[in-house]
């Protein structure tokens, strides 16, 4: 994405731009070298991978590699599965070459005559990921595993492929190109926003190239027939790599070897404060209770939206969604709830990048079954994870629910995102909740809030305030800290500030997993700044702010990074956590982060990123020691 902006400046005519630090193209030569020396890393981390596999009995091999038996399970396999799902074309021979797909890997094939080097054919194969595995388990003979890549399983059926061929020599090589993934929106007045994006997300899949990897091995007379095809002779982002592209694919690698080589299967903590077969709603109005993902289950969050799709004094279910699971509960006890007669309202971010044509898809889907669907707020992406259930008791006592999240509503990633969420009957919070649902159908009402920290309206000036607050502390000889847990931290503004804290003698420590642009440790500027990034099992997603207060501390838990999409572009929430017990999980969550010693790094003015030791001290990881933490505390809960 950020590539393809880039390139779109250079098109432009942009020769610099202080904002994203010099010139597009020095910054594009930059951004070259550096995946130039990424991929040589990432080459020798898979051979060293592979090899590690190797010593435990798994072996990943190639077409070469096969004996006997193992040929004939391949070419079975190869004329059963695969051969149907494959569109050979010979390219050499067409007027256009064929078009390249976004992130697709392609076989590119050679055909030549040992003896008669000239005569050569040249064809294109795209590889079916969609539709099979990439990786295959060969019948086990002794006590070895032996894995082919669904790429070498095509190889070993080239010649089939070919037959009609009078060659002796055919080798294929893998390509990738990579395009640009900004969707542009046109200003068409006859369009609706649905149909923009509709249209924006087919010309992704023509962007511009932003860049071309290839199988180094490759012949240099097939390589430039590529190129010179498709205009890239002198295209800047051209990667040599190795014989296997789409390394994201090994996510899915099979489930073999020996037990303690994988990760230990845990089973989700329960919550005490929500009883199996009590009611979900009930238990929210007795108490605010957090919600810890993925060391608890997502089950409660469609739990709850089951229980108010069927009980008889809920009038409504109001929600933000932006990334839902592939086949989503979520969604469906939606449709459910339709169907029992509920008014559904849900706010459905078409511009959720890479997941547009997923949520115009439910959109659908939602529509059709009488669900109330906003698209989004205009020029504002809708980030904030909210829901409120609306529940009506008499004639006019009417109640809500809330859930308030860092995360998506996406039962998938929650068992690989770490992610807090709110359940609160608060009415504090659940009538500012309304509030920011009510802006969504009436967008010129922005709304006031005395509890819930909004963006893009009021979020910016209430963390400056909150920093402001504790500078005052810490010159008045209070004890001032700030601890931030985020994403990404780059929002200029934001990192002055805290800079200026620092100078003050405020005490701050950071959590970054992605993007910190703020430099810890400068002697006069960040003295008193410390930070890390944790990069484990689980994807650190949570965002939380904490403010030292005069020793009566604020916590905050929020959507939102502190970048300028976030703070200015966005509708974000963050909530406060006004419960004792609640804010004590946080603290106990935050301390673990901050001890970490086994996947932390430590974020210092070198760009380093060293690893923290423990050096004598305790062993921490904080992801296990903080699921070890919540089994006690339920425990202690239940007796």
């Known amino acids: 994405v950020r590539v393809g902006s880039l390139k779109r400046m250079v098109q432009a005519g942009v020769k610099a731009r202080s904002a994203i630090g010099g010139s597009p193209n020095k910054i594009l030569e930059e951004i070259h070298s550096i995946v130039l020396k990424q991929r040589k890393d990432f080459d020798a981390t898979f051979e060293q991978v592979v090899d590690e596999l190797e010593n435990e009995g798994i072996y990943i091999i190639n ?19 695969v051969r149907p799902r494959l569109v050979p074309i010979m390219i050499d021979s067409l007027p256009e070459f064929p078009y390249l797909k976004n992130q697709i890997i ?112 490759m012949p240099k007379d097939l390589l430039d027939l590529i190129l010179e095809r498709n205009h890239l002779q002198s ?22 070897g020996r037990k303690s080589l994988r990760y230990e299967d845990v089973e989700p903590i329960e919550t005490t404060e929500i009883e ?27 739990d709850l939206l089951r229980e108010a799709a069927i009980d008889p004094e809920v009038t409504s279910i109001q929600m933000t969604l932006y990334r839902v699971a592939k086949n989503s509960n979520v969604i469906n006890t ?30 659908q889907q939602l529509r059709e079954v009488g669900a109330h669907v ?20 008499g004639e006019h006592q ?20 770490s992610d807090h969420n709110l359940l609160t009957a608060d009415q504090r919070i659940t009538r500012e909740v309304k509030r920011v649902f009510d802006f969504f159908e009436t967008n010129y009402k922005v709304g006031t809030y005395n509890h819930l920290v909004v963006a893009p309206f009021y979020m910016r000036q209430k963390f400056y305030k909150l920093i402001n607050n504790e500078i005052k502390n810490a010159q008045s000889g209070e004890k001032a800290y700030i601890q931030i847990k985020i994403n990404s931290l780059v929002d200029r503004s934001m990192i002055n500030k805290l800079y200026q804290a620092s100078q003050k003698g405020v005490k701050i420590k950071i959590i970054a997993r992605s993007i910190c642009s703020l430099v810890p440790g400068i002697p006069g500027i960040s003295d008193n700044i410390e930070a890390i990034s944790i990069v484990d099992k689980y994807l650190e997603h949570s965002r939380i702010f904490i403010f030292a207060n005069k020793g009566r501390p604020l916590y905050f838990i929020s959507s939102a990074d502190w970048m300028i999409r976030n703070l200015d572009n966005r509708v974000e929430v963050a909530t406060p956590i006004y419960s004792p017990k609640i804010k004590k999980q946080l603290k106990a969550f935050f301390n673990f982060q901050l001890k970490d010693n086994i996947k932390a790094r430590s974020l210092r003015d070198q760009r380093k990123n060293a690893m923290i030791k423990p050096d004598g001290k305790p062993r921490v990881r904080a992801q296990f020691d903080f699921h070890r933490y919540l089994q006690d505390y339920f425990k202690e809960k239940d007796k």
């Open 63 to 81: 077409e070469n590699n096969l004996d006997t038996e193992q040929s004939e399970f391949v070419d079975d396999y190869f004329e059963m599965e």
């Open 106 to 217: 392609y076989l590119a094939i050679r055909l030549s005559k040992k003896f008669e080097p000239e005569d050569k054919k040249f064809a294109l194969i795209e590889i079916p990921v969609d539709v099979l595995p990439r990786f295959i388990v060969l019948p086990q003979k002794d006590e070895n595993i032996y894995i082919i890549m669904l790429d070498d399983v095509i190889r070993c059926g080239l010649k089939d492929i070919f037959n009609i061929f009078d060659y002796d020599q055919i080798d294929a090589y893998t390509i990738k190109l990579t395009r640009d993934a900004e969707i542009d929106i046109k200003d068409d007045v006859t369009k609706s926003f649905f149909e923009k994006i509709s249209k924006s997300i087919k010309q992704r899949q023509t962007g511009q190239p932003v860049r071309f990897v290839y199988d180094a091995h």
């Open 276 to 302: 199996r077969h009590v009611s979900i709603l009930e238990a929210i109005r007795q108490q605010d209770i957090l919600l810890h993902f993925p060391y608890q289950s997502f089950r409660y969050i469609t």
């Open 374 to 393: 906003i698209d989004g707020v205009p020029g504002l992406k809708v980030h904030a994870k909210l829901c409120l259930i609306t529940r009506k008791t």
């Open 398 to 417: 009417v109640t809500y629910v809330a859930s308030i999240g860092t995360g998506n509503y996406n039962e998938s990633t929650a068992k690989l995102y």
């Open 334 to 363: 939606l449709i459910n709830a339709v169907k029992n007669g509920k008014t559904v309202k849900v706010v459905m971010e078409l511009q959720a990048r890479f997941d547009e044509e997923a949520n115009i898809y439910w959109t």
């Open 235 to 256: 295209f800047e982002n051209i990667i040599p790599g190795g014989r296997y592209h789409n390394a994201r694919d090994f996510i899915n690698f099979p489930t073999v």
